[in-house]
């Protein structure tokens, strides 16, 4: 899910089943990588991060895939429900570089019940 | 979990005024803060870094003078929009880098700045 145009692209699910939301990061060099989900007028809240030595990571829920070879993250959310309705980020970091983050589009999910 | 405040969380303004906005870490030391400004349905967009004790550093395209930033403790970061445009309406919000974890950012919930 990357920003196309003046919108956000969307990713609308069942509630129940589970939600995919992809990321193309830019920078090779990138090493940290994190998704965070923001509610409408609310900050961003952290989800799961994962390291460029990993390409998987699995939390509450939420499993984190990522490929360096095509600079590609992704969010599975397993089960998903009412509460995950929100807009997530991929975010990328070099750590070498200090602690700026980049942020990608975003995707919004929305979840029918 | 750490926390960080943003004060207000909304402002209206008149075109021409200042607004300063705070952003604060409550139960922890932040030597780094940063600043985003994320516009409706877009992604956030780094401003600056404010590093306390010295000059914040800003992205390119950022002008310092009209969005000036203090980092005068370890604990509170100000932005302030100075001369403020219908423009410069935005949702900001603030990061802080615990200095003990120095790798997370903990997010602010964000302060709604509408000019008129």
């Known amino acids: 899910g990357e920003s196309v145009g003046l919108h956000l692209p969307t990713l609308s699910v069942q509630e129940g089943d589970n939600s995919i939301i992809n990321c193309a990061y830019s920078?090779?060099?990138?090493?940290?990588f994190i998704w965070y989900k923001q509610e409408s007028g609310k900050g961003p809240q952290f989800i799961i991060d994962i390291r460029s030595n990993m390409d998987k990571r699995q939390g509450q829920r939420v499993t984190v895939l990522l490929n360096k070879t095509v600079k590609h993250l992704s969010l599975q959310i397993a089960a998903t429900q009412p509460g995950d309705s929100a807009v997530y980020f991929c975010a990328e970091r070099v750590t070498a570089a200090g602690n700026k983050l980049t942020f990608g589009g975003g995707t919004r999910v929305l979840v029918k019940p | 979990g750490a926390v960080v405040s943003q004060h207000p969380s909304r402002v209206i303004c008149k075109s021409g005024t200042s607004v300063k906005i705070e952003c604060r870490s409550l139960?922890?030391?932040?030597?780094?803060m940063f600043w985003y400004r994320q516009f409706p349905k877009k992604s956030l967009m780094l401003m600056a870094t404010s590093n306390e004790g010295s000059k914040a550093t800003y992205e390119q395209g950022v002008e310092k003078d009209k969005f000036l930033i203090n980092h005068a403790s370890l604990t509170l970061s100000t932005l302030t929009v100075t001369s403020a445009h219908p423009e410069d309406s935005s949702f900001y919000i603030c990061?802080?880098?615990?200095?003990?974890?120095?790798?997370?950012?903990?997010f602010g919930p964000g302060t709604r700045l509408l000019v008129l």
């Open positions: 990061s802080a880098r615990d200095f003990r974890s120095p790798g997370t950012q903990y």
């Open positions: 920078n090779s060099a990138s090493d940290y």
């Open positions: 139960d922890f030391q932040a030597t780094t």
